[in-house]
């Protein structure tokens, strides 16, 4: 729902210009999430565990860890984060990476959204 | 990377993983192969194809340890991926548990040398053999054999593999699959130079084996017995017997069959493809040494050394067989048969009247048995007043009461029977016995007694006295050695006319 206010001196609503206003289920904002320590070459994807969907934006909810440098690397990943108390906060994360040499077993873990950052520390254990 | 064909397998999306419906191959896969294919699959963005798995489903699989090509692999299915019996045909080389452990796969591979090629090989789950998908002619086995189902363990885990090919050695070897992994069945088997005969020549029923060629038929009782082998009293769970009088070497065969894979006969209502040893089958518990080459008994070098627990019916050995065997009894004592003799009286001809009996020492025959005989007139039977001596036959043989020659089919404890002629009108009451060995009226060139045992180290002196009123001769008479040696003493008769 849009509400407009005509006139002058138009007062900003929740933080949006020219009065649009922001749903309860919209996001408040973008949060970093850093994949600290995370496998290069690894496939991820962040879902929300209560219903098996894709973190917002999806675009950026899945992908594979860049190639570079090194084994491991910090990979920053930028999401939205909701009202405090949304279970759309509530994010797991999975990575994979068992078709390369060597495999790692699948990591999983699970973060809170935020404003700021969150790191998650990524333990992929090696298969062989 | 894995190496398994994706065509060979669908995944579906409640995690069925199954044979595809046409398969590329029938290649067997490692059970590694199988957790990095899925792993693999696992790794896609989205699925594709017929096999339902990508990042965006839950962990298909786990394996327990690091992935190592060298050894069984133990994995775990995960999150309803779940195969079934027909796509375990096609692993090998580890375990495969599902369902949250509510299901288990072991791996199952026999190894052993030698192994006759092709020697084919079955598993005995329970009291069933497993179908069987690995071949006939397979050789020692790799396979994945599912031993629990529904969170509980199938005949506690326990299996049985066995190789018995008529013509070969047998084996067996017992294995419990409830740990995972791949456990092993050893098992050798080696051609069998003492089976001569087709297993055509065989046919199997209940306790019966029936020969064609011989004709004769081999019959095992399941009973208590007591009996006494040179002069050793000793308990057996079980008797032997055939008949035709064929030899051991034959009855072995008939054996060996019984208890092969084509077996068609039964022992004690154990299927005879899984029969293992006497006591297990009656059930008594008692711990006999099996001997999986070969469960009623080895034959080698002309001998039967029989399997525990098992007594040789005397009555049914040809006469060359009579020490060519070896017991174990109930108690696990070895038991030889003593020597046993044969007595022969050639040179004869129809009509000749023969008698042969021990030698008294002066002239005559020893009829001093100190033994009576009692029997109704017409009976058959007869009741001794005591046992006879170990010397007389227990087979057939011949027995004189009140000087009436009869001859009999057997001797029991102090029962004789088969008696013929029938005990005349009056009956028997307390009549004198005693036991020749021979006497009869020839009607062949050769008279024989019945099979005797002799005391080791035993010897006596036989009288035989030949007499034919028809075509006179001078009687002949005379005594000869019966000894251990050789089994038996002969003698020619020598015809002077009168």
Known sequence: MTLMFGGIGAQPCAGKPNGVGRLPSDPLGSFTLILKNSVRG??????????????????????????????????????????????????????????????????????????GSVIAYCSQEPEE | ?????????????????????????????????????????????????????????????????????????????????????????????????????????????????????????????????????????????????????????????????????????????????????????????????AITMAAGNFAGGANTITLTSPAGVVTLTFADTTQSLGGVSKLYKGTISWTNSMRLSEVYQALQWGASEDSTATFNSVPGWRYRALDQARGIGSSYVEVPAAPFGTFSGGKLFAAQGWWIDVGSLNAADLKAYQLISHDGTVVTPPSSAVVSIG?????????????????????????????????????????????????????????????????????????????????YSGAAVWFPLIDTTADAATESSGNFVMGSGASFVARVRVRNSAIPIVPYETTFDVTEAGGGGSNNTIRDVE
């Open chain 2, 347 to 427: 040179n004869l001809v129809a009509g000749d009247r023969v008698l042969v009996g021990k030698d008294d020492g002066i002239d005559d025959f020893d009829k001093a048995t100190g033994i009576t005989a009692s029997g109704s007139a017409a009976a058959t039977t007869v009741t001794l007043s005591g046992a006879p001596a170990s010397d007389v036959p227990t087979g057939a043989g011949y027995i004189s009461i009140n000087e009436n020659p009869h001859t009999y089919t057997g001797i029991s404890g102090v029962t004789v029977s088969g008696l013929s002629p029938a005990v005349p009108g009056g009956g």
């Open chain 1, 42 to 115: 690894s496939r991820y994807v962040i879902e929300r565990p209560s219903d098996d969907s894709l973190a917002t934006p999806t675009g950026s909810a899945e992908g594979v860890i860049p190639a570079g440098a090194g084994t491991v690397t910090d990979h920053a990943v930028t999401l939205d984060y909701y009202a405090p108390g949304s279970s759309n906060n509530n994010l797991r994360i999975t990575l994979r990476n068992a078709s390369g040499t060597p495999a790692y077993r699948s990591f999983e873990t699970q973060i809170v959204a935020q404003a």
């Open chain 2, 1 to 193: 990377m894995p190496t398994v064909n994706s065509a060979d397998f669908q995944i579906a999306t409640n995690g069925n993983l199954r044979r595809a419906a046409s398969p590329a191959t029938t290649d067997i896969y490692n059970v590694l192969d199988l957790h990095a294919w899925l792993q693999d699959l696992a790794d896609n963005s989205v699925a594709s194809g017929d096999d339902n798995l990508s990042i965006r489903k839950r962990n298909p699989s786990e394996l327990a340890g690091k992935r190592n090509a060298t050894r069984p692999s133990a994995l775990t299915l995960l999150n309803g991926v779940n195969i079934d019996d027909t796509v375990a045909q096609f692993l090998k080389f580890g375990s495969v548990e599902q369902d949250s452990g509510n299901v288990l796969y072991t791996g199952l591979k026999s190894i052993g040398s030698p192994l006759v090629a092709a020697s084919p090989i079955y598993i005995v789950q329970g009291t069933s053999k497993v179908t069987r998908w690995w071949g006939a002619a397979s050789g020692h086995i790799q396979i994945l054999l599912k031993c629990k189902t529904g969170g509980a363990l199938i005949s506690s885990g326990d299996v049985t593999g066995y190789s018995r090919k008529h013509g070969q050695t047998f084996a067996h070897f017992d294995a419990n699959l409830a740990a995972g992994g791949e456990q092993v069945l050893a098992l050798s088997t080696q051609l069998d130079g």
